[in-house]
């Protein structure tokens, strides 16, 4: 039995407070970015910051979305024939809200409109950057209250554009020429990634200040790992390669550390996000009912290959490296197989009718 002498005293927990002096936020870490380049304008900080403080506004909304009429769906689907959700359609509304008021951002391409959305700003911003989004995914999950994301890809208007009146040409350029890319995880934490192409970044939202703050300096991923994420319901319409690849996961073999551990939220960014911090693989191939894949080229593969790749990780549609594809259409699908580096890699062997084929450093 307890008596009072057992009764901890209540005292302050110092874990409960964030200590500003330990934390950069954000907005410091983007300035002391900025100040390396000397002839930047601030632009690209200024949109950072515009991300951000959407993404901040779309975390709030969805803290209460039992409590306020954000849950369910708008009645509407959105342009690739899937049920656009009330969240998904405020989630689009504030990013873009957010974008247009900056001013640097000269063109929008998101999961949520079918066209390309110019900006035609009138603010003070340069507004030579194009941004594509996924503002919303897995927003299904959230009437179950599990983690969602937002994801977002970052390029700048080529030369020969107007940024007036940029055409949707002026978004469709491969990977490889991300300026940045990053995503928001709204989960039992909220948390920021991004990458520059000098490592990756990540900051949690302190709710109580209203700032992220950086809690995950220059991630790495492992090279290994032990996790695979994929809807293995659909097993009967893989191909073989990918059959013979879960079925190797799934044996026994103490040596190799398997079988390996399946997790699947059904929410790309968590699911990303998870294994990217401990070491594993996420697919999405190719299926009998969406046959060149599911996820998006532009909005969600091309942007998480690049923070992949950033942390020491890899991304390919399973043959070709996701960043060299050369996108044809805005809302164009692409198979993807994205992780750690050694997972990755047995995955395209498999894929290649290959599976002994060596790998680095195995
Ligand atoms: P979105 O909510 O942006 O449309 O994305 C949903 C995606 C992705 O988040 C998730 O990994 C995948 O759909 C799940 O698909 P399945 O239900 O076919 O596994
Ligand atoms: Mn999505
Ligand atoms: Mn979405």
Request: charged share 25%.
């Amino acid at each position: 039995m307890s008596t009072s002498s057992d009764v901890p005293t209540p005292r302050k927990n110092p874990a409960m407070e964030t200590e500003l002096g330990e934390f950069k936020t954000l907005e410091q870490f983007i300035i002391e970015q900025q100040d390396q380049f000397p002839h930047s304008t601030g632009a690209f900080s200024r949109l950072l910051r515009d991300i951000s403080l959407a993404a901040k506004i779309v975390n709030r909304d969805m803290r209460k979305a039992g409590l306020i009429d954000i849950y369910g769906s708008t009645g509407e689907t959105n342009v690739q024939g899937e049920v656009q959700q009330k969240m998904d359609a405020l989630a689009h509304r504030e990013f873009v809200l957010a974008l247009r008021r900056g001013g640097e951002c000269c063109l929008i391409g998101s999961e949520e409109h079918a066209e390309a959305i110019p900006m035609s700003t009138t603010s003070e911003g340069d507004g030579k950057y194009i941004v594509l989004l996924d503002p919303l995914d897995g927003s299904s999950n959230i009437d179950v209250c599990v983690s969602v994301g937002t994801i977002f890809s970052i390029y700048r208007l080529p030369d020969g554009y107007d940024k007036e009146e940029p055409e949707l040409e002026a978004a469709l350029q491969p990977g490889t020429q991300q300026v940045a890319a990053g995503y928001v995880v709204y989960g039992s934490s909220t948390m920021l990634l991004y990458t520059t192409g000098d490592g990756v970044n990540g900051f949690t939202l302190d709710p109580s200040i209203g700032e992220f703050l950086l809690s995950h300096p220059n991630l790495q991923t492992p090279e290994r790992g032990r996790l695979f994420s994929i809807n293995s319901g659909y097993y009967h319409s893989f191909e073989e390669g990918l059959r013979n690849y879960l079925d190797w996961l799934q044996e026994y073999d103490s040596e190799t550390n398997r079988p390996a551990k399946t997790r699947y939220i059904g929410s790309f960014v968590s699911d990303f996000h998870r294994n990217l911090m401990k070491g594993g693989i996420y697919m999405y191939p190719a299926t009998q009912g969406n046959p060149k894949g599911k996820l998006r080229l532009m909005y969600e593969a091309n942007p998480m290959a690049f923070i992949a790749e950033q942390a020491g990780g890899r991304a390919s549609d399973g043959r070709t490296r996701i960043m060299e594809k050369e996108p044809e259409k805005l809302h164009e699908r692409t198979p993807l197989f994205i992780g750690s580096e050694e997972m990755v890699q047995r995955a395209e062997a498999f894929l290649a009718g290959e599976p002994e084929r060596a790998l680095p450093d195995t």
